[in-house]
C-alpha cells in the first residue's frame, strides 16, 4: 500500500483494479457546517429583533439640560413652531417596551397599555399590563407627546396634545456583567405585528415603529408588511426607524409598502455616522437622531425616561429610532388640524427640504403647517432628494449571503414564528452534518474491508 497525502489511500492488488477513496476531509465537512450556519439567519428569521437605538444609548443617567437651548436643537432642524398644533384629538400608538403610564409628561393623555409580548402575531393575545422595563418606549413617547410641566422645565414633544397607546412588543435583555452589562429593547417580530395589528383596532392613527425595520426583513411577503398595508387601508400611516448599521436599504419590494422609513441627522443636519439610508421605501424622510455617543443634551436626544429606571424622568439616547419618533410626532401635528392621515403625510412629503448630499430630504413642519391642502399622496411618491449620488452600500459578502438569499422562500413563516423556524433550521443542521459524517465513515468502512481482503493475498509494499 501506497500513502499519498492525508486522508488518501491507494490500495493495488496485483490482479485488481485501481480503488481509490478519499474520506472527506474533516476541513470540509467544518466549511460545510459553516457556509450552512452563515445561511441559518436568512433562514430563520436571524436574532430576535432589536430596536434601531440599539446599543447607541448615551446620558442615560437623566441629567437635565444645561443649557435650554442646546436641548431643543431637534426642533430648530425641524423648524417647529412654538405655536403650532399641539395633536389634539390625534392618537399615536408607539409599538415599543412600553411607556411609563405614571409619568407626569403624559398625564391623563395615555389611553390604553397592552402587552403583546408572547402574543406571536394574534392581536387578540395582546393583554392589560406592560410597564417599560427598558426605557426606549418611553423615550420615544416623550419625542412624540412630552408636555413639559412648565416652560423649559422638563423635555418636551412634538404634539404634546396627543392620546397614546402604550402596545408593549418589546423588552428589556440584558447580556455581560458589571461594567460590561449591556440592556436593550428586543422581541420577536411576531409580538411586534400583533401590536400593529391591535393598534389598527384600537383608535390609532398614526403607529410608530421604532424598530430595525430597514434590513433583515422579508417585504414582499412577510407578515408586518400586511399588517402596515391593513393599517394604510384603514387610513393609519405607519411610521418606522431605518435602523442603525450604516448600510443602504435597497429592498426592491419596500416601494410596495406604505410605510414611512426615517434615516437620522446629526446635530449639524448631517447623516449621522451610523444611519441606514432609506433609498427604496415608499416614503422616505431624515429627522433628527443625535451622535451615538454624544454629549446630554447637545449631541444626543433628550426625552423622558421611566422614573422607576431613573429618578429625574428623563435622559438622552441617539439612534434612528429617535427620527422616527420626530415624523410621527410631526404628522400629529398636522393631523390635528382637521386633515386625515393620508393628507398630512402629503404636507409633510411635499414640503420637506431637500438634501445636497444624495439624502432623502429634512422634515420641516412649518413649512408643512403653511402648506396649500392636497388631497391625497400617490404611492411612491419619495421626499425629493438632490445632489450626489447616495454612498455605495456595504460591499456583497459573498456567496454565503447569496445562499441565504436563495433561502428566503421560508422567511415569511419565519417572521412570524421566528423561534420555531430556528429551531426547525438547528435540527436540519444537525441532521445535514450527522449525514455528511455516517457517509464518511461509511466509504472509510469499505476501504477498511477492501485492505483487509487483500492483505492476506497481497504483499505490502515499501511506502519508500
Avoid at 432589536?50 to 444609548?57: D, I
Avoid at 439612534?319 to 410626532?329: E, K, Q, R
Amino acid at each position: 500500500m501506497r500513502t499519498d497525502g492525508p486522508g488518501y489511500m491507494r490500495i493495488v492488488p496485483p490482479d485488481a483494479r485501481l480503488v481509490e477513496h478519499r474520506p472527506l476531509p474533516s476541513r470540509a465537512l467544518v466549511a460545510i457546517l459553516l457556509l450552512l450556519a452563515a445561511a441559518l439567519p436568512a433562514v430563520a428569521g436571524a436574532t430576535p429583533f432589536a430596536v434601531a437605538a440599539g446599543a447607541a444609548a448615551t446620558g442615560t443617567t437623566g441629567a437635565k439640560a444645561g443649557n435650554g437651548a442646546s436641548a431643543t436643537w431637534p426642533f430648530s432642524l425641524l423648524d417647529v413652531p412654538a405655536d403650532r398644533p399641539t395633536g389634539d384629538g390625534v392618537t399615536v400608538a408607539v409599538v415599543d417596551s412600553g411607556i411609563d403610564a405614571g409619568h407626569p409628561a403624559f398625564a391623563g393623555r395615555i389611553r390604553a397599555t397592552v402587552d403583546c409580548v408572547g402574543a406571536d402575531g394574534s392581536a387578540d393575545r395582546c393583554r392589560r399590563g406592560g410597564a417599560d422595563d427598558n426605557g426606549h418606549g418611553t423615550h420615544i413617547a416623550g419625542i412624540v407627546a412630552a408636555a413639559p410641566r412648565s416652560a423649559g422645565d422638563g423635555p418636551e414633544g412634538i404634539a404634546p396634545g396627543v392620546e397614546l397607546l402604550s402596545v408593549r412588543s418589546l423588552s428589556n435583555t440584558c447580556d455581560g456583567k458589571g461594567d460590561d452589562r449591556e440592556c436593550r429593547a428586543l422581541g420577536e417580530l411576531g409580538d411586534v405585528v400583533a401590536g400593529v395589528r391591535w393598534a389598527i383596532t384600537h383608535g390609532a392613527d398614526v403607529v410608530n415603529l421604532s424598530i430595525d425595520a430597514g434590513v433583515d426583513l422579508d417585504w414582499r411577503r412577510g407578515e408586518l408588511a400586511a399588517a402596515i398595508r391593513s393599517a394604510w387601508a384603514r387610513g393609519i400611516v405607519v411610521v418606522a426607524s431605518a435602523g442603525n448599521r450604516s448600510v443602504k436599504v435597497d429592498d426592491p419590494a419596500l416601494r410596495d409598502v406604505p410605510l414611512v422609513l426615517v434615516g437620522a441627522l446629526d446635530t449639524s443636519g448631517e447623516r449621522a455616522a451610523y444611519t441606514n439610508l432609506p433609498t427604496t421605501a415608499q416614503w422616505a424622510l431624515m429627522a433628527p437622531g443625535g451622535e451615538a455617543g454624544g454629549r446630554c443634551p447637545a449631541g444626543a436626544i433628550r426625552s423622558t425616561y421611566p422614573r422607576t429606571l431613573v429618578a429625574a424622568g428623563e435622559g438622552c439616547l441617539a439612534g434612528t429610532s429617535m427620527a422616527a419618533a420626530y415624523v410621527s410626532g410631526s404628522l400629529a401635528s398636522l393631523m390635528s388640524t382637521g386633515i386625515d392621515a393620508e393628507q398630512a403625510l402629503a404636507h409633510l412629503l411635499s414640503t420637506a427640504a431637500p438634501s445636497q448630499k444624495g439624502l432623502p430630504a429634512t422634515v420641516d413642519l412649518r413649512a408643512a403647517l403653511e402648506a396649500t391642502p392636497t388631497a391625497t399622496v400617490p404611492l411612491g411618491a419619495t421626499a425629493a432628494a438632490s445632489g450626489d449620488a447616495v454612498p455605495a452600500a456595504a460591499e456583497d459578502a459573498g456567496p454565503v449571503s447569496r445562499l441565504g438569499s436563495a433561502l428566503s422562500t421560508m422567511s415569511a413563516t419565519a417572521e412570524r414564528h421566528p423561534m420555531r423556524v430556528r429551531g426547525l433550521a438547528t435540527a436540519l443542521l444537525l441532521w445535514i452534518a450527522f449525514a455528511a459524517y455516517w457517509w464518511s465513515e461509511r466509504r472509510g468502512s469499505s476501504t477498511r474491508q477492501m485492505r483487509s481482503l487483500t492483505s492476506s493475498t497481497v504483499p505490502t509494499p515499501s511506502t519508500r
